[in-house]
């Protein structure tokens, strides 16, 4: 039977949740099958649509007893993060909008509070709902409302610093909060760490009360001495237990603990939770699941346990979009190629051993890649200290994650003048994950960094030939960034002016279109475009973006007007620091730039988003013509030109 079928047959108590009373009301029996059918229904549809199928299994037992113990929306239950909410979803009468799960009208893939009254937080950002939860509980305190806080914290979540940030202010506020690690031990990847550790270590001696039942029954049959050992192993049994448990490092916070319970045991962990809820004090419930749980294709997957496929077949587990190659893949092989010939270049990453390409060279040279787990802040500053040791570090992380670790990246590691690549990847618009994930903001936020140099490669070739370049820079930060996705086809340079290449030139020079990372392509078609018009474009890929070359500010001079588009925020991107450069040049050419608007645009596929904002080919090449022949009827006085206003 497929899974299909198998949930067109086997949802009639799913098909019955409208909303989390629904659950309360069942008998355990129920409850089983209705795991069995949330399951089916899960794999049925994120297969169709991509998606976090890998957490969600997992925690289907958890959430439901989650449900059944709590009373949301009054009480608040919080996802650390929140790609393990879809159950959560389903149980609170969301099930429809999974037919459009991560799709432009659908489901977003995270909580969203547009979405329903039982959704807070629209977290992505791993390791921040404790800190959520204290504050709510604070302010419950504080206006007197007898209202739980439930933190699920998870995938890695508890291995970020603002967790024990908070713990630590949670333990001694003292207030009611129910803090439920869900212990998967995985991350993307494998959870590391000394925590992760300590508690792996219980899941990987999961039967020690087992062995020593087994103990117990073989000794109680040895004359004489069977007794008597027995005795003295029970004795023991509570040092046993603390040095394995973790208990005694929460309660020496302040913080009771309850576990470790079966994540995959309703029963218990309802009971768990009854307890923390009632007990009246912070409480961390500890609950060991596996990621995957009950789907083969996502247990066997040691990679991530289908933590977060494209479309995949339901049966099999195997993606169906037809092999290609990745920008990511592209950075990986040739960062195991500059490893071969410089032992000085290591890579860390956080938590993202494989999304981010760092595990190739971690294959084939294991003691030169650090994973520091969801910790962006530490993973700079400890890249600065292999810096100051005589390496050279390549952080490898999204775009979007490395705004975590802003400050350590301007005070730690540029200020020291320290020679540390960041290699970003899902730069721009990435389409389903919405917008916490948009890599946008890394242009403008860190172009304020002083002697931090900043590329955009726009094909294979050129990220290959950056990524030397970045890494070759020994008297401060680099950053490079591309998008996610399938690698462009590779764009060839009519010919290079310094730093600068022009990949497109005719014999007026009316237009200097500055075209960024992933929009080369793009801009060499409106330059075919707007010739059909009679003007001449000079399309040009900086390379380099901060700071901007000098070349560029030259190229500007010797046309009448220039434009910029790029995959980032408009404020402060490229183009602003062109406009600036500019200016510090005497260079009174007027400047458009094409970008992002600074907003929360909602998710969709990548080629939605950037026609909502007006940045195809069509549309650039429409803007463009209409500025320069609005120069030819009534030139503008750059003294008072400003840029193209996009709100």
């Not at 450069?581 to 990548?606: E, F, K, N, S």
Request: with cysteine.
């Amino acid at each position: 039977m497929s899974v299909e079928e198998g949930t067109a047959n086997h949802g009639r108590l799913l098909g019955a949740v409208r909303g989390p009373q629904d659950v309360k009301r069942m008998t355990g029996e129920q409850l089983d099958i209705l795991a069995a059918e949330i399951r089916d229904f899960l794999i049925a549809k994120v297969s169709r649509t991509g998606g976090h199928v890998g957490p969600n299994l997992g925690v289907v037992e958890l959430t439901l007893a989650m449900h059944r113990v709590f009373d949301s929306p009054r009480d608040r239950l919080l996802f650390d993060t929140g790609h393990q909410a879809y159950v959560h979803k389903i149980l609170t009468g969301r099930q429809e909008g999974f037919d459009k799960l991560r799709q432009r009208g659908g489901l977003s893939g995270y909580p969203s509070q547009a979405e329903s009254e039982h959704d807070l937080i629209e977290n992505s950002h791993a390791s921040t709902a404790l800190s959520y939860a204290d504050g709510l509980a604070k302010a419950y305190a504080l206006r007197g409302e007898k209202r739980s806080v439930v933190a699920v914290v998870g995938d890695g979540a508890l291995t970020g610093g603002m967790c024990w940030e908070a713990l630590n202010n949670i333990a001694t506020a003292g207030n009611p909060l129910v803090i439920v690690v869900n212990d998967n031990g995985r991350s993307y990847s494998p959870t590391i760490g000394g925590l992760a550790d300590h508690l792996s270590s219980l899941r990987l001696n999961p039967g020690y009360e087992k062995v020593l039942d087994t103990v117990k029954d073989a000794l109680g049959n040895t004359p004489f001495v069977g007794k008597p050992m027995y005795e003295v192993l029970h004795a023991v049994k509570k040092g046993i237990k603390d040095a394995v448990a973790p208990q005694a490092m929460f309660e020496d916070l302040g913080i009771k603990y309850v576990g470790p319970v079966d994540g995959h045991d309703v029963p218990a962990v309802e009971a768990a939770l009854r307890a923390a809820k009632n007990f009246g004090g912070p409480v961390i419930v500890h609950a060991v699941t596996r990621k995957g749980y009950g789907y083969r294709p996502a247990e066997d997957d040691e990679a991530d346990c289908l933590h977060g496929p494209g479309a995949f077949d339901a049966e099999t587990g195997k993606l169906l979009a037809v092999p290609s190659v990745k920008w990511t893949n592209v950075f990986a092989d040739e960062l195991v190629a500059i490893a071969d010939e410089r032992p000085d270049v290591v890579g860390i990453t956080a938590a993202m051993a494989e999304p981010t390409g760092i595990a190739t060279l971690a294959r084939k040279y294991p003691h030169r890649v650090y994973d520091v787990g969801i910790a962006e802040q530490h993973a700079a500053t400890s890249a600065a200290g292999l810096a100051m040791g005589g390496l050279h570090p390549v952080v490898a992380v999204y775009a979007t994650f490395l705004n975590r670790a802003f400050d350590q990246v301007l005070l730690d590691v540029a200020m020291h003048r320290l020679p540390v690549t960041f290699v970003l990847d899902r730069a721009g618009i990435t389409g389903p994950d919405g917008p916490s994930h948009y890599g946008i903001w890394d242009m403008s936020v860190f172009g304020v960094v002083p002697g931090l140099r900043i590329a955009a490669p726009r094909d294979s070739a050129t990220l290959r030939e950056e990524l030397r370049e970045a890494v070759a820079v020994d008297d401060g930060p680099t950053i490079l960034r591309f998008p996610t996705g399938t690698v462009a086809a590779d764009l060839p340079a009519v010919r290079r002016v310094g730093a600068v290449d022009v990949l497109a030139e005719s014999a007026r020079t009316d237009v200097l279109l500055v075209a960024v990372g992933s929009f080369a392509a793009l801009g060499v078609e409106v330059a075919t475009r707007v010739a059909e018009q009679g003007y001449g474009v000079t399309v040009v890929d900086p390379r380099w973006v901060r700071p901007v070359p000098a070349e560029l500010v030259e190229l500007a001079a010797a046309h009448r007007l220039v434009v910029t588009v790029e995959d980032g925020v408009r404020i402060g991107g490229v183009g602003s620091a062109v406009a600036q450069a500019m200016r510090d040049a005497d260079v009174r050419v007027p400047v458009r730039d094409l970008g992002v608007p600074a907003d929360w645009h909602p998710h969709g596929t990548r080629a939605q988003i950037l026609s909502d904002l007006g940045l195809t080919a069509q549309d650039v090449a429409r803007d463009v013509t209409g500025w320069i022949s609005g120069l030819d009827a009534a030139p503008v006085d750059p003294a008072t030109d400003g840029a193209r206003a996009q709100n």
